[in-house]
């Protein structure tokens, strides 16, 4: 495949970005594949040679490019600022992003001052991992003299005085600027960590185990520490110190000093911008940035992270982005930029989810015996493994020839464990706001999780290579639960054929890409989690039923594990019992082997685990079925191992404990519960207490942050407009943008036609989904509700539905030729905030009518239309003749998500022009049906005076902003700042 920029500067000028690709060590500048961004977000060839522009008075190296954001009329570039490698397959390495720049294109002031900024960061963090003596897994082209170097030894006097303080105080040009004093006196804050190992016995023990090559808790936890990161344009709410953030992301480094103001990003910029956005512009950016900063997102230049080891297309000619799955494609929208503009060399494709590594040792104490076990006294053996695997890709990045493997311990042999999981880009997101399954079959929380056996070598030709694979998704019907509370129940929504259409899709998509599948669910037989374990069971018993996988019979397994009640006072290792049933399809599918660099056996089938949230029971289960399947792969070698009950393998149970903590905190924002058990084997009343407290910052997390943390990644994925951000601050909620909203209310105004229009001489002329107040004769209610309008050339019909069961509840008929007026204008039915205020997007229109004396007003069914039993309202008993006059109110929704049905498919493009046409419409079809009443019994002489009786669409104000505000209290208005204070 086409090389991959490795490594490249960036620098400001007046112009714009230059990207300029770093060459390899010992090799001159290449400048024929450097490009340019200007301020207006375009990417081009760089023309010429700017490196020696006087202009760009800093520069900063990294590592790759995730992409190009832009919000409202605002550009900036993420790009990679600092990695880690954590694996090698294939001699190839596999890094993780541990930290991002967002460097505003909006003037080279602010893009330099960025710069500068994430500079000082990277230098203050390498210091403090020297101090703590924890060195990287760096690459050795970092310490080599980069093209950096010689542009800011040569720019560094044009600097401001403030700015050249700053940067020449620290190691910013690669030399040490400082004295032992001012280390001491003026940096001891960089130091104190250091110092306080140094002169405490509990650090000398810690230095002692590292360097006998084992792990103590002082480096699991500082491993497992999020990595500092500063903002390019810190909150403005937080003070000098930023407490730590839930949901496993990274803090600020509040020490970092800030030189772009958040209100400055945004200057030189022409176009419209909506208020809202640019005023939650701080917060997005500080967002974007922890989230591409919290260390799961990972990359390789070489290889193709997206696909199975089997699936590897070593010798295409393809650049990496098309050959990567657009499933596991994450950052595909925001890379689109460098990918139209041709610019592929620069298209690095990351996936999230997690890639672990582990080099193992297998010895046979003795060979009169057929018993092969770990080798309890080698760790200084993986420590000579590691280190190799370490010097290799560093050769690899370097180009320098790849040094020979240390030698296989006696009677025994080396090996690579390595865990990759990728998550799906479909239904993305958070616990309770991503919940089960879209229209097109994706499943919420979708994550494939590869276990690949191989010699440190990855020569196939002396080893084989294993790949086993599993997957965990979301139960594949369409339900919701609350995030207020800590027991929530499930709510159900969609008719049986909508959720046994979207299973049936979800279901042999997943058959397409791995063959058979067998089910296991985790969830409770008993409880809230009953009712969806049923219906899940239900479904695939009908699929079944219906022809199976292929429609011949080729049955879907499935079986319902009470994971619970099964392992109930602790007793996980009753999993077992699930894995003794597994076993036939385990054997069956088997998993993938390469020999000769040639795939001679491939995997047939996946296990499909869930529980509610896929997540802790599923890590305990999956890790149960890996170990299955790596025992058996080395069985298949000749050899044995007990990852079940010999302690020295707990780097196994690490191994999955770390993936399922991964992925417990991208979807529920803090480490998986049972990790305890994942890891030692065994269930504590420590590991119990620790899961309480998980699970109530998992409560936070769900009802403050994840509603934000979910519109960035709908915007990050191109689900979503920035419009988005404005629906937030109105409401603090973002939508589902998953579920497709035209399609719904397409199906919506189909089944009202269906169900409501009787009269077969009745033709659908138009149809629309509005909103409109929960009650009848209102324009404001506390809430309001989506409701269908048909129109006909006799009659309005007004449809209230069941929006969870997809029926009709009630609907009224309103004759055309009772309509007395039609109004529309503003209706602005909340003033909390700016834009519920918006005159251009609150309209809506208002329908008077004289209802029939006598008839039937609103029909209801409490079963369905078709068997229901018809029901007068209550609210019209006792009504007096005189009281016969009504009203319909409506609002308009957002264009881009409702549908015309009808006639006219034309889609107008703000709410405006929505009511504007509705209303346009109404009044023309019933001012026609007049006309032919008037023709049908000879009336033509009384032209002029019908004119002056026809339907015209007054406009309005249906509730001004004057009388909005009125009508809102106080109260109401002290519950909204409050709710913003938190969530916002």
């Given at each position: 495949?086409?090389?991959?920029?490795?490594?490249?500067?960036?620098?400001?000028?007046?112009?714009?970005?230059?990207?300029?690709?770093?060459?390899?060590?010992?090799?001159?500048?290449?400048?024929?594949?450097?490009?340019?961004?200007?301020?207006?977000?375009?990417?081009?060839?760089?023309?010429?040679?700017?490196?020696?522009?006087?202009?760009?008075?800093?520069?900063?190296?990294?590592?790759?490019?995730?992409?190009?954001?832009?919000?409202?009329?605002?550009?900036?570039?993420?790009?990679?600022?600092?990695?880690?490698?954590?694996?090698?397959?294939?001699?190839?390495?596999?890094?993780?992003?541990?930290?991002?720049?967002?460097?505003?294109?909006?003037?080279?002031?602010?893009?330099?001052?960025?710069?500068?900024?994430?500079?000082?960061?990277?230098?203050?963090?390498?210091?403090?991992?020297?101090?703590?003596?924890?060195?990287?897994?760096?690459?050795?082209?970092?310490?080599?003299?980069?093209?950096?170097?010689?542009?800011?030894?040569?720019?560094?006097?044009?600097?401001?005085?403030?700015?050249?303080?700053?940067?020449?105080?620290?190691?910013?040009l690669g030399r040490r600027r400082t004295s032992v004093a001012e280390d001491v006196m003026q940096k001891k804050g960089l130091y104190g960590r250091f110092a306080d190992k140094w002169f405490s016995k509990k650090g000398w023990s810690a230095d002692s185990r590292r360097l006998h090559g084992m792990s103590?808790?002082?480096?699991?936890?500082?491993?497992?520490?999020?990595?500092?990161?500063?903002?390019?344009?810190?909150?403005?709410?937080?003070?000098?110190?930023?407490?730590?953030?839930?949901?496993?992301?990274?803090?600020?480094?509040?020490?970092?000093?800030?030189?772009?103001?958040?209100?400055?990003?945004?200057?030189?910029?022409?176009?419209?911008?909506?208020?809202?956005?640019?005023?939650?512009?701080?917060?997005?950016?500080?967002?974007?940035?922890?989230?591409?900063?919290?260390?799961?997102?990972?990359?390789?230049?070489?290889?193709?992270?997206?696909?199975?080891?089997?699936?590897?297309?070593?010798?295409?000619?393809?650049?990496?982005?098309?050959?990567?799955?657009?499933?596991?494609?994450?950052?595909?929208?925001?890379?689109?930029?460098?990918?139209?503009?041709?610019?592929?060399?620069?298209?690095?494709?990351?996936?999230?989810?997690?890639?672990?590594?582990?080099?193992?040792?297998?010895?046979?104490?003795?060979?009169?015996?057929?018993?092969?076990?770990?080798?309890?006294?080698?760790?200084?053996?993986?420590?000579?493994?590691?280190?190799?695997?370490?010097?290799?890709?560093?050769?690899?990045?370097?180009?320098?020839?790849?040094?020979?493997?240390?030698?296989?311990?006696?009677?025994?042999?080396?090996?690579?464990?390595?865990?990759?999981?990728?998550?799906?880009?479909?239904?993305?997101?958070?616990?309770?706001?991503?919940?089960?399954?879209?229209?097109?079959?994706?499943?919420?929380?979708?994550?494939?999780?590869?276990?690949?056996?191989?010699?440190?070598?990855?020569?196939?030709?002396?080893?084989?290579?294993?790949?086993?694979?599993?997957?965990?998704?979301?139960?594949?019907?369409?339900?919701?639960?609350?995030?207020?509370?800590?027991?929530?129940?499930?709510?159900?929504?969609?008719?049986?054929?909508?959720?046994?259409?979207?299973?049936?899709?979800?279901?042999?998509?997943?058959s397409a890409r791995y063959g058979s599948i067998f089910c296991a669910s985790l969830v409770d037989k008993h409880g809230t989690e009953a009712r969806i374990g049923e219906a899940y069971e239900r479904r695939a018993k009908d699929l079944n039923t219906d022809g199976g996988l292929d429609g011949k019979g080729?049955?879907?397994?499935?079986?319902?594990?009470?994971?619970?009640?099964?392992?109930?006072?602790?007793?996980?290792?009753?999993?077992?019992?699930?894995?003794?049933?597994?076993?036939?399809?385990?054997?069956?599918?088997?998993?993938?082997?390469?020999?000769?660099?040639?795939?001679?056996?491939?995997?047939?089938?996946?296990?499909?685990?869930?529980?509610?949230?896929?997540?802790?029971?599923?890590?305990?289960?999956?890790?149960?079925?890996?170990?299955?399947?790596?025992?058996?792969?080395?069985?298949?070698?000749?050899?044995?191992?007990?990852?079940?009950?010999?302690?020295?393998?707990?780097?196994?149970?690490?191994?999955?404990?770390?993936?399922?903590?991964?992925?417990?905190?991208?979807?529920?924002?803090?480490?998986?519960?049972?990790?305890?058990?994942?890891?030692?084997?065994?269930?504590?009343?420590?590991?119990?207490?620790?899961?309480?407290?998980?699970?109530?910052?998992?409560?936070?997390?769900?009802?403050?942050?994840?509603?934000?943390?979910?519109?960035?990644?709908?915007?990050?994925?191109?689900?979503?407009?920035?419009?988005?951000?404005?629906?937030?601050?109105?409401?603090?909620?973002?939508?589902?943008?998953?579920?497709?909203?035209?399609?719904?209310?397409?199906?919506?105004?189909?089944?009202?036609?269906?169900?409501?229009?009787?009269?077969?001489?009745?033709?659908?002329?138009?149809?629309?989904?509005?909103?409109?107040?929960?009650?009848?004769?209102?324009?404001?209610?506390?809430?309001?509700?989506?409701?269908?309008?048909?129109?006909?050339?006799?009659?309005?019909?007004?449809?209230?539905?069941?929006?969870?069961?997809?029926?009709?509840?009630?609907?009224?008929?309103?004759?055309?030729?009772?309509?007395?007026?039609?109004?529309?204008?503003?209706?602005?039915?909340?003033?909390?905030?700016?834009?519920?205020?918006?005159?251009?997007?609150?309209?809506?229109?208002?329908?008077?009518?004289?209802?029939?004396?006598?008839?039937?007003?609103?029909?209801?069914?409490?079963?369905?239309?078709?068997?229901?039993?018809?029901?007068?309202?209550?609210?019209?008993?006792?009504?007096?003749?005189?009281?016969?006059?009504?009203?319909?109110?409506?609002?308009?929704?957002?264009?881009?998500?409702?549908?015309?049905?009808?006639?006219?498919?034309?889609?107008?493009?703000?709410?405006?022009?929505?009511?504007?046409?509705?209303?346009?419409?109404?009044?023309?079809?019933?001012?026609?049906?007049?006309?032919?009443?008037?023709?049908?019994?000879?009336?033509?002489?009384?032209?002029?005076?019908?004119?002056?009786?026809?339907?015209?669409?007054?406009?309005?104000?249906?509730?001004?902003?004057?009388?909005?505000?009125?009508?809102?209290?106080?109260?109401?208005?002290?519950?909204?700042?409050?709710?913003?204070?938190?969530?916002?």
């Open positions: 495949m086409p090389g991959l920029v490795r490594k490249l500067l960036v620098f400001a000028t007046v112009d714009g970005l230059i990207l300029q690709p770093s060459p390899p060590r010992n090799h001159p500048p290449a400048t024929q594949q450097a490009i340019k961004i200007d301020y207006n977000g375009n990417v081009g060839p760089l023309l010429k040679d700017r490196r020696d522009e006087a202009t760009a008075p800093a520069a900063l190296d990294t590592h790759g490019i995730v992409g190009l954001l832009k919000v409202a009329t605002s550009y900036f570039l993420i790009s990679i600022c600092d990695r880690e490698q954590v694996a090698q397959i294939g001699g190839k390495a596999i890094y993780k992003v541990t930290d991002v720049a967002l460097i505003p294109l909006s003037s080279q002031a602010d893009a330099n001052g960025a710069i500068v900024a994430t500079k000082e960061h990277l230098q203050r963090h390498k210091a403090i991992q020297a101090a703590d003596g924890d060195e990287s897994d760096s690459e050795s082209e970092d310490d080599a003299p980069s093209v950096s170097e010689s542009l800011e030894e040569e720019a560094v006097n044009d600097l401001p005085s403030e700015i050249k303080d700053q940067v020449t105080g620290q190691h910013v103590s808790e002082e480096d699991l936890a500082r491993k497992n520490k999020p990595k500092d990161v500063d903002s390019t344009v810190p909150s403005q709410e937080e003070g000098p110190t930023s407490p730590a953030k839930p949901g496993g992301i990274p803090v600020e480094d509040a020490d970092v000093p800030e030189p772009v103001s958040p209100e400055e990003i945004p200057k030189a910029l022409e176009g419209p911008k909506d208020s809202t956005t640019v005023t939650l512009l701080p917060k997005i950016l500080q967002t974007t940035k922890m989230y591409f900063s919290s260390g799961n997102f990972f990359f390789s230049y070489d290889y193709d992270l997206s696909r199975g080891i089997g699936q590897q297309q070593p010798t295409s000619s393809l650049p990496l982005f098309k050959q990567f799955d657009p499933l596991y494609f994450w950052n595909r929208h925001i890379i689109t930029p460098f990918i139209d503009a041709g610019q592929h060399s620069f298209v690095l494709p990351v996936i999230q989810g997690f890639v672990g590594q582990r080099a193992f040792s297998i010895t046979m104490p003795d060979t009169r015996s057929s018993s092969v076990v770990i080798d309890p006294e080698s760790g200084s053996n993986d420590i000579q493994l590691q280190s190799w695997h370490e010097k290799q890709n560093a050769d690899v990045e370097t180009g320098s020839e790849t040094t020979s493997p240390p030698p296989e311990p006696e009677n025994g042999k080396n090996f690579l464990l390595t865990l990759v999981s990728r998550r799906s880009t479909k239904r993305a997101g958070l616990r309770y706001l991503r919940r089960g399954v879209d229209d097109e079959g994706n499943a919420a929380n979708s994550v494939e999780s590869e276990q690949i056996l191989s010699s440190p070598t990855w020569d196939s030709a002396a080893e084989k290579i294993y790949s086993f694979t599993q997957y965990r998704g979301s139960i594949p019907l369409f339900f919701s639960q609350s995030p207020y509370s800590l027991k929530p129940q499930v709510m159900f929504w969609g008719s049986p054929e909508t959720n046994a259409k979207a299973f049936r899709r979800h279901i042999l998509e997943i080729k049955e879907l397994g499935f079986e319902w594990f009470d994971f619970h009640q099964e392992c109930r006072g602790m007793r996980f290792e009753n999993v077992s019992r699930l894995m003794d049933i597994l076993g036939p399809f385990l054997q069956s599918s088997s998993w993938t082997v390469i020999s000769n660099n040639e795939m001679i056996q491939k995997q047939s089938g996946v296990l499909r685990t869930n529980c509610m949230d896929c997540l802790d029971r599923t890590n305990v289960v999956q890790s149960a079925t890996a170990r299955g399947a790596l025992e058996a792969q080395l069985s298949a070698d000749g050899l044995s191992i007990d990852l079940q009950h010999d302690p020295s393998t707990s780097w196994f149970n690490t191994l999955w404990a770390d993936n399922g903590d991964a992925i417990s905190r991208q979807y529920a924002g803090t480490a998986a519960l049972k990790g305890d058990f994942t890891r030692t084997r065994k269930r504590q009343i420590t590991g119990a207490l620790t899961d309480f407290g998980l699970t109530l910052t998992r409560y936070y997390n769900n009802i403050v942050n994840d509603y934000f943390t979910q519109a960035i990644i709908d915007y990050l994925l191109g689900r979503a407009t920035d419009s988005i951000f404005a629906e937030f601050e109105a409401d603090m909620k973002s939508s589902d943008y998953s579920i497709d909203l035209r399609k719904m209310r397409q199906a919506a105004i189909e089944r009202c036609v269906a169900t409501v229009i009787e009269n077969k001489d009745e033709d659908l002329i138009a149809g629309w989904t509005l909103s409109t107040p929960t009650t009848a004769n209102a324009l404001k209610t506390t809430t309001f509700e989506e409701a269908v309008l048909l129109l006909t050339e006799k009659a309005l019909y007004f449809c209230r539905l069941d929006w969870g069961t997809e029926k009709v509840r009630e609907f009224e008929r309103v004759v055309l030729d009772h309509v007395d007026a039609i109004a529309r204008g503003v209706y602005i039915t909340s003033t909390l905030a700016q834009r519920h205020m918006d005159a251009d997007k609150n309209v809506g229109f208002v329908v008077r009518y004289r209802a029939e004396m006598g008839s039937e007003l609103v029909r209801r069914n409490t079963r369905s239309l078709d068997s229901g039993t018809w029901h007068e309202p209550n609210s019209q008993k006792g009504k007096t003749p005189k009281e016969t006059g009504r009203f319909l109110a409506f609002k308009a929704l957002p264009p881009r998500t409702t549908v015309t049905a009808g006639e006219s498919n034309e889609q107008p493009e703000n709410e405006v022009d929505v009511v504007k046409s509705i209303c346009d419409e109404i009044a023309r079809v019933a001012n026609r049906g007049k006309q032919e009443e008037s023709a049908k019994w000879n009336v033509g002489d009384q032209k002029g005076s019908d004119k002056e009786h026809d339907l015209l669409v007054e406009k309005k104000s249906i509730i001004s902003l004057a009388d909005a505000k009125k009508n809102t209290g106080y109260l109401e208005q002290i519950g909204y700042s409050l709710k913003k204070l938190v969530w916002a």
